[in-house]
């Protein structure tokens, strides 16, 4: 069964930036699209950014785009999401989640289509 631990969240002033870090085992993420949703306070989780099995295809939410920056390393079965110019409103519990199927050539955004949910990390940002 798939495991996915996220981390890298924390407090930080508006303008700044975090890492985060999601460290998958259980089997191998090769071939599978990985994806990042977050959940703020009183709110929906929504899809942020995803990335295809072989990293050549990303997809941003319009809310994140310009700013953040998804990335994987197969060697190290971690997928990253790093966050330029964090906003007030980015603040969530991040999720990292991977695609219930393998092999897709493109990004999905719904969040049924993932599984492995992680417990998150906590991103607050201050005004």
């Known amino acids: 069964q798939v495991q996915l631990v996220e981390s890298g969240g924390g407090l930080v002033q508006a303008g700044g930036s975090l890492r985060l870090s999601c460290a998958v085992s259980g089997r191998t993420f090769n071939g599978y699209v990985m994806g990042w949703f977050r959940q703020a306070p009183g709110k929906e989780r929504e899809f942020v950014a995803g990335?295809?099995?072989?990293?050549?295809?990303?997809y941003y939410a319009d809310s994140v785009k310009g700013r953040f920056t998804i990335s994987r390393v197969l060697a190290k079965n971690t997928v990253y999401l790093q966050m330029n110019n964090l906003k007030p409103e980015d603040t969530a519990v991040y999720y990292c989640a991977v695609d219930r199927r393998n092999w897709r050539p493109k990004v999905v955004t719904d969040e049924a289509e993932f599984e492995g949910w992680g417990p998150g990390t906590q991103v607050t940002v201050s005004a």
């Open positions: 990335i295809t099995w072989s990293g050549s295809s990303t």
